[in-house]
């Protein structure tokens, strides 16, 4: 099986310890993965009204809010997020 991926796709990590994503940071521009790197909830949430679609990792407990606060946050304003 072929471990590359061959689509572009979009990660958005929300974690204030952003070097504990280094490896992940690495593969992705090999997998041609876009990634935003936030280091809070409100930016999360300004980047969110962008629109992004993609995959978030997001750390449950963040410097100004807990992980499940923005999760909430973002599916009150799009369900389908």
Same mark, same amino acid.
């Given at each position: ?16 310890? *952003?070097? &504990?994503?280094?490896? /992940? %940071? ?10 935003? =790197? !936030? ?11 962008? *629109?992004? &679609?993609?995959?978030? /990792? %997001? ?10 606060? =923005? !999760? ?10």
């Amino acid at each position: 099986m072929d471990s590359t991926i061959n689509t572009v796709g979009d990660v958005v990590v929300v974690d204030y310890q *952003l070097r &504990d994503y280094e490896e /992940l %940071i690495v593969r992705a521009s090999q997998w041609k993965l876009r990634m935003r =790197l !936030l280091t809070c909830g409100d930016e999360a949430i300004r980047f969110s009204k962008a *629109l992004f &679609d993609g995959l978030w /990792l %997001i750390n449950v407990q963040l410097p100004d809010m807990t992980g499940v606060d =923005l !999760l909430r946050f973002i599916r009150e304003r799009d369900p389908n997020a």
